[in-house]
């Protein structure tokens, strides 16, 4: 029979080498948040958008850019805000009007002080409407049941050749965000909790 202290010496190198183990797998205090650029997205009609466990995002937080497979989206991953360029494609027609679809992180911007949705947003258009403008530190003003841009810090622009985010000058753009759409969008995506 091995002395108790021997024992106890065994397991408390186990535990160092679990833990030197398990280490690389936690974000550390001054670590970089995590990037998602070359990560694949799925979305089907049964299971929705699949989006990794720590990001959320809402329907009006998308923009898609017109005569292309592209988009922009404005997320929070892992609590920072983001702005994403993603390449969309069908992988199976389901029916006519269902496929599932598969998306790949193109480009991605942290924006850590923004609010998603709100100072950080795709809900614009940029000179003869061109889509796929995103605006970070917005400001807006009130007008009748919409809330237009007042101004902002910035913007970004899809650079389709290059398939790039790219800096973008503000002139030109106009915002318009409808808060009772935001929010009845909000409302559908919750899950039912109704009792059955």
């Known amino acids: 029979m091995k002395p108790r202290w021997t024992s106890s010496r065994i397991e408390l190198a186990t535990l160092a ?14 670590q970089p ?13 049964a299971n929705g958008l699949q989006l990794p466990p720590t ?13 292309t497979e592209m988009e922009v989206w404005v997320l929070n991953c892992d609590s920072v805000p983001r702005a994403w360029l993603l390449t969309r494609q069908v992988v199976e027609m389901l029916n006519a009007h269902e496929a599932r679809l598969r998306f790949q992180v193109l480009d991605e911007r942290m924006l850590p002080e923004e609010t998603t949705g709100e100072s950080l947003s795709v809900q614009c258009t940029g000179a003869s409407d061109t889509p796929g403008i995103i605006v ?8 009748t049941h919409e809330l237009r841009l007042a101004g902002a810090r910035g913007a970004l622009r899809v650079d389709v050749s290059r398939r790039r985010l790219a ?12 808060p009772d759409r935001e929010s009845m969008m909000r409302k559908l995506q919750q899950p039912d909790r109704s009792p059955r």
């Open 17 to 30: 080498v679990a833990a030197s183990l398990l280490a690389p797998l936690q974000p550390t205090a001054g």
């Open 136 to 143: 970070y530190g917005a400001h807006w003003r009130s007008s």
């Open 167 to 178: 800096d973008a000058d503000l002139s030109g753009i106009d915002c318009v965000r409808f």
């Open 55 to 67: 990001c959320v995002i809402e329907p009006t937080w998308r923009s898609r850019i017109s005569g």
């Open 33 to 45: 948040p995590p990037t998602y650029v070359g990560r694949p997205i799925y979305s089907d009609p």
